[in-house]
């Protein structure tokens, strides 16, 4: 499954459980954001494995919509029985360094690791 536009892609390796988010991302709404989300979420289920990471590290920017779309999902993913999710992101990118902070901060429980 993937999402490819200009500017960004989202790849999602089939049975393998990881999610690759590239590019840039300024979607203009939570709404435009929403055909990702249902990606990803389908590719968690469809994966079947008991871990899933999420690879931000080749994501340059995501704007306060996307942000807040994959906060949403974070904080939901309990009603969907969505488990052992990491969040991959880059050390050299400040923002990821506090998105994953904050991600933390959303859910204790949550794996994030830096490379």
């Not at 200009?6 to 055909?35: F, Q, W």
């Amino acid at each position: 499954m993937e999402i490819s536009k200009e500017d960004y892609s989202v790849e999602a390796e089939k049975n393998r459980g990881r999610i690759r988010i590239s590019g840039t991302l300024r979607l203009h709404n939570v709404e435009e954001y929403e055909p990702i989300i249902i990606l990803i979420e389908t590719a968690l289920q469809e994966s079947g494995r008991g871990k899933t990471i999420i690879d931000i590290k080749n994501l340059d920017y995501l704007n306060s919509a996307g942000i807040a779309s994959l906060s949403r999902f974070v904080a939901g993913y309990d009603k969907k029985n969505i488990k052992h999710v990491e969040f991959k992101g880059n050390k050299d990118r400040y923002w990821q360094i506090k998105f994953l902070e904050n991600l933390k901060k959303l859910r204790t429980g949550i794996k994030t690791s830096l490379e």
